[in-house]
């Protein structure tokens, strides 16, 4: 899916997540994040895989479930989607699903948007069927996009990225997927062109893909994270009956020495 945003893009004021996705850089963003979950979730397997809000964003294009689902929110605008999906307008926070029912749960940039995150993740965490996955996608605030981002709110400039979001730290997120025994088996940085607003200027910086990857990994402006739930099983042991356990027999001590060397005497007399 190519995302192309409109030409008069470039002099409107990024105010908001839906104008901000218009934009350049918007664009940008979401054709990267594309790309990278054609490519994890296409091995990814089960029955229900749920995407929650950015239906401007396909993430289940490649993967082959029989179930896909995408959870809007009241704020999110109407997208159209193949006719295999199923849309259901809900919050993130109070998922309409039984719990252990999904397999797959893709949430791109909902945390850092969310009143909330961490209801977030529990709510993900009850709807998860065990061994099910969970992507995370977000802004890097560690980033030449998130020192842009802060120093326009110090100086009180415009924001670059949405002013409404509340950008958090890649090592912040995988504490809260560890508190909630989640394994992080996959991670990776990208987008590391330089927080320009033209879509020229931004073409020009293509070179940086590929030096940023393989230099300054970690200062990508986006991250993407995939974690498992993991459930301990617990192995139930009855109750021993005592009465029933056999003691071992007793023996008699073995003969000192000296007692079988008096012993040996007295036969040989």
């Not at 950015?54 to 993430?59: A, C, D, R, T, W």
């Not at 959870?71 to 926070?93: F, K, M, S, V, Y």
């Not at 309409?96 to 909330?116: N, T």
């Not at 890097?140 to 415009?158: E, I, K, T, V």
């Amino acid at each position: 899916m190519k995302h192309t945003a409109p030409a008069n893009d470039t002099q409107r004021p990024w105010t908001s997540w839906d104008a901000w996705l218009n934009s350049p850089p918007g664009q940008y963003v979401l054709n990267w994040e594309q790309t990278q979950f054609d490519h994890i979730v296409a091995d990814i397997f089960g029955y229900h895989a749920l995407q929650i809000g950015l239906p401007q964003l396909s993430s289940l294009k490649e993967n082959r479930m029989p179930v896909h689902i995408i959870l809007r929110a009241p704020h999110d605008r109407p997208e159209e989607q193949p006719d295999h999906w199923h849309t259901i307008n809900g919050l993130p926070d109070e998922l309409p699903f039984a719990s252990q029912s999904i397999d797959l749960v893709i949430l791109p940039h909902v945390l850092e948007f969310a009143e909330d995150p961490h209801a977030v993740l529990r709510e993900v965490d009850r709807v998860l069927m065990p061994e099910g996955r969970v992507i995370i996608t977000g802004f890097n605030p560690a980033s030449l996009w998130g020192l842009r981002q802060y120093w326009g709110r110090l100086m009180g400039l415009q924001p670059y990225l949405p002013r409404e979001g509340q950008f958090m730290a890649l090592l912040r997120i995988k504490d809260w997927l560890k508190l909630l025994n989640y394994s992080v088996d996959r991670g990776k940085f990208g987008c590391y062109r330089l927080p320009l607003r033209s879509a020229k200027g931004m073409e020009k910086m293509g070179f940086l893909e590929k030096a940023g990857d393989r230099w300054w990994p970690v200062l990508g402006a986006v991250f993407m994270i995939s974690a498992v739930k993991r459930v301990s099983s617990l192995t139930l042991v009855g109750r021993i009956d005592m009465a029933k356990a056999q003691t071992a027999p007793n023996f008699s001590p073995a003969a000192r020495v000296g007692e079988t060397r008096r012993t040996q005497e007295v036969e040989t007399l």
